[in-house]
């Protein structure tokens, strides 16, 4: 069982920056894959970022390449999402999810957080 919880969502201007966080419980957290999604109004759940639980692999969609980062601590049981150059098509609630598969597929993720929300003013 892993619980997650997200953290660092908020309200920014167009070119800033956030920093969101998500602590997981449970003891099978190093040896998920962890990703983040995010969520627009009237819009489909989207991956956004991918890392496997060794931290060797990441990937992104292509939309956030060279802004994101993906990263995690295993120690700290937490993986993070820096956010630079946020842009408003960004605005979204930003899920974390854990699973036993490096994938960008939604669905084979079984662990989700709650969502933080992150707004960028133009």
């Known amino acids: 069982q892993v619980h997650l919880v997200e953290s660092g969502g908020g309200l920014v201007q167009a070119g800033g920056s956030l920093r969101l966080s998500c602590a997981a419980s449970?003891?099978?957290?190093?040896?998920?894959?962890m990703a983040w999604f995010r969520q627009a109004p009237g819009r489909e759940r989207e991956f956004v970022a991918r890392i496997s639980w060794t931290a060797s692999i990441t990937s992104y969609t292509d939309s956030v390449k060279g802004r994101f980062t993906i990263s995690r601590d295993n120690a700290k049981n937490t993986v993070y999402l820096q956010m630079n150059s946020l842009k408003p098509e960004d605005t979204a609630v930003y899920y974390c999810a854990a699973g036993p598969l490096l994938t960008a597929y939604a669905e084979r993720y079984d662990y989700w957080g709650q969502g933080t929300q992150v707004t960028v003013s133009s």
């Open positions: 449970g003891r099978t957290f190093s040896s998920r894959a």
